[in-house]
């Protein structure tokens, strides 16, 4: 199952779809979400190659409970359907390979339109023993925002805390620095030893939240202090801690500065405090891959966080991962890519790397030939770069099943669940057949696998939204 892995940088974006982003503001909450955008069927004939996005987003749950716990019926745009899906733990019957990664594929008929088949796609990356990996010494950057709208336990109590355990992550070979920005940005703490970190402490106990928000010199102090550190080597990292508001902040100037430093092997990642998260800017970060960004609203999830930020780097199980799917033309008429809406914007994919124990699940929809006599519905092709600088490829066959999606493997049912109802919030115009009944349908006998609770949670969600109709 995906471990301590939320919001890694999303990659492998489509090329066959173009238009222009827009974004909008909810008035009620002040949150601002990336628009999204609902996929037509390809025809197989024009389009038979499909490109596999393998970095995936999980913090969907997260906002719809929030939502939920509000009584309020989630935007359009607000819950991207991929994220949703991949907010769940699964619990695969993966093959056991030699090689860092594992694939896993389930097909039936789709329960969305009887005429179409739907598969299941699952990736999962080796795990790897983080303990067991050399860790290089680290320069770590923390920029806290400390204005006044990060008032509150769940967003400045919630910081300390997080900062707090960060700072038994250190050790003699790392070196610190501390930033706190609201109407003005203050050097707290300037390059000190990670033996210091009792230091870290107590600056992070004596702040508060109050003032304005300019977010801007504090990011370029933070550059500049990153600058001076970094080495060949070393791992150095920019944690921009917030609650999503930008203030100050040229968005284009800010885009370009982290890919800059990226390029240059200095990473940026965002802790995103409360509820009123600015998804705009932090999506953005995800969609261009130029940042992680974690939507922390609970200490089990800063932690989790926390563990992907200043451990995760060094256990990654893939520095480059390539997936396209080559659809049968023979067979399969039209095909769509179900979720990734948002993905569309970027035409260039960016290199993906996976960490070890991360898990993907996408599901593809498909109108067949019923006359054809074909049965392969389409060809898996994976190829990759390990850590270690190894090549690899993997290609596997998909073949058509058209028994029943109720037939199927629990995580398959629960999974198509999740994805029937990300395209009912959605308002999907192709999929009229999704309703509240089938999603529960799907979900209700496929919920005993729940390690963290989130099947019941989410089902529990569906129900009451049910009612609320």
């Known amino acids: 199952m995906k471990a301590f892995f939320f919001f890694f940088c999303t990659g492998f974006l489509l090329f066959h779809c173009s238009s222009s982003e827009e974004s909008y503001s909810s008035n009620s909450y002040n949150t601002y979400y990336n628009k999204l955008y609902n996929y037509s069927y390809y025809t197989t004939s024009k389009n038979p190659i499909s490109d596999f996005p393998v970095l995936v987003g999980d913090k969907a749950f997260l906002e719809l409970k929030l939502m939920s716990e509000r009584d309020q019926i989630p935007y359009t745009s607000s819950i991207a359907t ?54 290089p010494p680290r320069n770590l950057v923390i920029v806290a925002d400390t204005s006044g709208s990060m008032s509150g336990d769940l967003r400045i109590g919630l910081l300390k805390k997080t900062l707090k355990d960060l700072s038994h992550t250190l050790n003699e070979k790392d070196v610190f620095s501390l930033i706190s920005f609201e109407s003005e940005a203050k050097i707290l703490i300037k390059e000190l030893n990670g033996k210091e970190s009792m230091v870290l402490q107590k600056s992070i106990a004596a702040l508060e939240a109050n003032g304005g928000t300019n977010a801007w010199p504090a990011i370029q102090l933070a550059y500049k202090i990153a600058r001076s550190l970094h080495e060949p080597n070393q791992y150095t990292k920019i944690i921009f801690a917030t609650d999503g508001d930008f203030g100050g ?72 991962l390539k997936v396209s799917l080559e659809f049968n033309p023979k067979l399969v008429k039209l095909h769509r890519l179900i979720g990734f809406e948002k993905n569309y914007v970027y035409k260039k994919p960016v290199p993906n790397e996976l960490p070890g124990d991360y898990t993907v699940s996408t599901f593809y929809e498909m109108l067949i030939d019923e006359t054809s006599t074909e049965k392969e519905l389409f060809k898996i092709k994976l190829n990759y770069m390990e850590n270690n600088g190894n090549l690899g490829s993997i290609q596997k066959n998909v073949y058509k099943d058209t028994n029943s999606a109720f037939d199927k493997s629990a995580d398959f049912r629960f999974a198509l669940g999740v994805a029937g109802f990300g395209m009912f919030l959605n308002r999907y115009p192709i999929t009229d057949a999704v309703d509240y009944n089938l999603v529960i349908h799907l979900m209700q006998d496929a919920l005993d696998y729940d390690p963290q609770s989130y099947r019941s949670e989410l089902f529990k969600i569906v129900l009451k939204y049910r009612n609320m109709q």
């Open 249 to 320: 902040v040229n968005e284009k100037e800010f885009y370009t500065l982290i890919a800059k430093e990226k390029k240059a092997g200095i990473e940026f990642s965002v802790l995103g405090y409360g509820v009123e998260s600015n998804n705009k800017v932090m999506d953005t970060l995800i969609e261009k891959g130029l940042a992680t960004c974690n939507y922390i609203q609970t200490e089990t999830i800063a932690r989790s966080s926390l563990f992907k930020e200043v451990l995760s780097p060094y256990s990654l199980s893939l520095k480059d």
């Open 82 to 135: 991929e994220e949703l899906i991949n907010s769940i733990p699964y619990h695969y019957d993966f093959e056991e390979e030699g090689g860092p990664l594992q694939v896993y594929t389930e097909t039936s008929a789709s329960p969305f339109d009887k005429k179409k088949v739907v598969s299941l796609i699952a990736l999962k990356t080796k795990s790897k023993n983080v303990v067991e990996v050399k860790i």
